[in-house]
């Protein structure tokens, strides 16, 4: 069982840059690949960014988040990071780190939130105008 805790959320404001982070524990955190999801009040919870499993030479990310946004994982500190540059009102969510359902499985560059299966608590982003 992997056990995911999220945090770095905060209240910015346009342009400002935060930086998330995401600690895993209870299982292989190198096999596994990873990713940020968001989720906006009254919107659907949504893809955000990926990287793949050990080196975390492939990455994925959507539209309106690349160039600004850049996903990274240090394994040997079993932690995810997601730096988020140059942030606008339209960031504003909570987001989610999760983790692939299977060790090892094939990485997706446009991963659905039924590939992961084990989510983090969820830490608030929030910038303003």
């Known amino acids: 069982q992997v056990e995911l805790t999220d945090s770095g959320g905060g209240l910015v404001q346009t342009g400002d840059s935060l930086k998330l982070s995401c600690s895993g524990s209870?299982?292989?955190?190198?096999?596994?690949?990873m990713g940020w999801f968001r989720q906006a009040p009254g919107k659907e919870r949504e893809f955000v960014a990926a990287i793949s499993w050990g080196n975390g030479n492939n990455r994925a990310y959507r539209d309106s988040v690349k160039g600004r946004f850049t996903i990274s994982r240090d394994n040997a500190k079993n932690t995810m990071y997601l730096q988020m540059n140059n942030l606008t009102p339209e960031d504003t969510a909570v987001y989610y780190c999760?983790?692939?359902?299977?060790?090892?499985?094939?990485?997706?560059?446009?991963?659905?939130?039924?590939?992961?299966?084990?989510w983090g608590q969820g830490t608030q982003v929030t910038v303003s105008s």
């Open positions: 999760a983790s692939h359902r299977y060790p090892m499985g094939a990485f997706s560059s446009d991963p659905r939130r039924a590939d992961f299966a084990f």
């Open positions: 209870g299982g292989t955190f190198s096999r596994y690949s």
